[in-house]
């Protein structure tokens, strides 16, 4: 077990190595074969550009596209491509990136998990380059735009750094726990309580395959502290097609509404014109 503070202080965090199945539904494979795919991102800039680079479908742009659409606002074109605004990071296609996308394959073999489910056409992979001191946020990823699992590779590993799991209690808090308590200094004095963050820490290697199932994917957030080493990682998500067809259904609609506007806009403008050449 691991006791450590966070910068900034707070409740300690105490981790327990994180093994298969433990959490609950954490699966854990390779090292597998990652050069290929780490060379290709090399090749496209990747390792001394941007510290983040999308893959296949951008979770960003569909973010947007969704939360506009809730108010009422259309942000894409009639051919489906976003306007109005760049895309916050690059995005770049899988057919660009072969040996990302035949990693990606091989991974997914490997877990035994369901192709036809799991479609290129829904993917959206991740690229993350950490520098020493830089983390992620603790999250759970959104659970009604993706499916069931998400699947990290490692690429390149920070030793004794890496990602962490810990329950869940809400948006970006976690649960706590008293694990020891002590009788006070004086007679009279109420127990002190030492209360923690339990979490499991996953001892990263490069190649290592990472998937939340079940409860890891669900129940558990995950982050990545601080890391004292870059750490390169591939982290792949799938989108639901049920939220992305409520999406579209949405904008359709959004898009008829702003053509009978216009047409009655045009209808007015028309008999307004009539009546004053009448005049």
């Known amino acids: 077990p691991k006791l450590w503070l966070r910068h900034g202080g707070g409740v300690p965090s105490y981790d327990l190595p994180a093994k298969v199945d433990l959490p609950k539904g954490l699966r854990l494979k390779g090292p597998v074969a990652t050069q290929g795919a780490y060379r290709e991102l090399k090749d496209r800039g990747f390792l001394s550009g941007p510290r983040l680079l999308e893959l296949g479908k951008s979770f960003y742009t569909i973010k947007s596209r969704h939360g506009a659409s809730l108010n009422g606002v259309l942000i894409r074109d009639k051919d489906g491509v976003s306007i109005g605004s760049q895309p916050l ?55 009604e735009m993706f499916q069931e699992p998400v699947v990290a590779i490692v690429l ?27 009788g006070g200094a004086l007679e009279g004095d109420p127990l002190a309580n030492f209360r923690v963050e339990p979490g499991y820490q996953i001892e990263e290697c ?12 669900y129940d558990f957030a995950h982050e990545v502290p601080p890391v004292s080493s870059t750490r ?26 702003m053509t009978r506007q216009q047409m009655s806009k045009k209808r007015t403008t028309r008999t307004t014109s009539v009546s004053f050449a009448c005049c």
């Open 156 to 182: 390149k590993s920070s030793p004794r750094n890496g990602l962490r799991l810990c329950m869940s209690s809400g948006r970006h808090g976690a649960a706590t726990s008293i694990i020891a308590e002590a």
């Open 89 to 143: 990071h690059t995005v770049v296609s899988l057919e660009a990136l072969p040996r990302c996308r035949a990693l990606l394959h091989h991974v997914l073999d490997l877990l035994g998990l369901e192709k036809s489910k799991l479609k290129d056409s829904l993917a959206n992979g991740m690229a993350r380059r950490y520098k020493p001191g830089s983390n992620l946020p603790r999250h759970v990823d959104n659970t």
């Open 232 to 257: 390169v990682s591939l982290t792949w998500r799938w989108f639901d097609e049920d939220f992305l067809e409520r999406l579209y259904q949405r904008e359709a609609a959004l898009e008829d509404s």
């Open 206 to 217: 490069d190649g290592m395959v990472v998937s939340f199932e079940g409860a890891a994917r």
